[in-house]
């Protein structure tokens, strides 16, 4: 984990798998959210080289879900390839706030969109955390708010 320059806004694929799927070829409500994670979790790797699985190993910490708020705009369908976009939209002293948006492909139809709120959490004392000032300046270097805040029904009405 450095802090140098990282990019803002994380990027990767995913194929839609069949079982996956609702009975009309469509990607089940709750698979999103699934998918959506797995992509975090595989981005934060690759471009960040950070391993959240690995800090709950050393040091006992991690992030549990607060809130989850997602809009399903488009069915994403069997064997589909999607670009799910994600970024770290804001940051507390104990809880991170990131956004996913899920599309097809080529980036032209918006599938879903999720703001979840994750608080910072300690697994041996089963209590909320603070950031380390080592975090604190890492979310400092890749935090990409928006630049007008905005609540969630206007940013999934801004990407319709």
């Not at 032209?108 to 697994?123: E, F, G, S």
Request: net charge negative; aromatic share 12%.
């Amino acid at each position: 984990m450095t802090t140098t320059t990282l990019p803002k806004e994380l990027e990767s694929q995913s194929l839609i798998r069949f079982p996956d799927c609702d009975p009309f070829n469509h990607l089940n409500n709750s698979r999103y959210i699934d998918y959506i994670i797995n992509a975090r979790e595989d981005q934060l790797m690759s471009y960040y080289d950070f391993d959240v699985y690995k800090l709950a190993r050393e040091q006992g910490l991690s992030w549990v879900v607060a809130q989850t708020q997602i809009a399903y705009l488009a069915p994403a369908a069997l064997m589909e390839i999607v670009t799910i976009q994600t970024r770290l939209m804001a940051y507390t002293d104990k809880a991170l706030m990131v956004e996913a948006v899920m599309w097809n492909e080529a980036k032209t139809q918006v599938k879903a969109v999720m703001w979840t709120r994750l608080a910072h959490y300690d697994l041996k004392s089963r209590t909320g955390h603070k950031h380390s000032e080592e975090l604190t300046l890492f979310f400092g270097n890749i935090v990409a708010p928006f630049e007008t805040p905005v609540t969630f029904e206007e940013r999934v009405k801004s990407l319709r």
